[in-house]
Nanobody, 119 residues
Framework: QVQLVESGGDLVQAGGSLRLSCSVP????????ITWYRQVPGNQRDRELV?????????NYGDPAKGRFTISRDSAKSTVYLQMDDLRPEDTAVYYC???????????WGQGTQVVVSS
């Protein structure tokens, strides 16, 4: 079982910034594509894609993240970061990081970290 650990969630005012971290086991670092998702309060079904980074550093952003969020990888710390700037109340959600190996269906999820943006 792969254990991904998120941290960095907090309460922040609109316009503020947060940096979320997703710690990846070193033995899995070179094999996992890491994706940040979020789940908004009251929606227990859908998780929205925020940003994704491949093992080669290829990056994709979901619509909520474009222009405001930045995903990055730190190989020395086997950690993926999500820098979130210009936060808005609608960014309030539980943010999850997920890992999967290219071409395989199994997805490993972290426990989530709560982000609350006040207006």
């Amino acid at each position: 079982q792969v254990q991904l650990v998120e941290s960095g969630g907090d309460l922040v005012q609109a316009g503020g910034s947060l940096r979320l971290s997703c710690s990846v086991p070193e033995s899995w670092w070179s094999t996992l594509i890491i994706t940040w998702y979020r789940q908004v309060p009251g929606n227990q079904r859908d998780r929205e894609l925020v940003a994704r980074v491949s093992t080669f550093g290829n990056i994709n952003y979901g619509d909520p993240a474009k222009g405001r969020f930045t995903i990055s990888r730190d190989s020395a710390k086997s950690t993926v970061y999500l820098q979130m700037d210009d936060l808005r109340p609608e960014d309030t959600a539980v943010y999850y990081c997920a890992g999967n190996r290219n071409g395989l269906p199994k997805v490993y999820w972290g426990q989530g970290t709560q982000v609350v943006v006040s207006s």
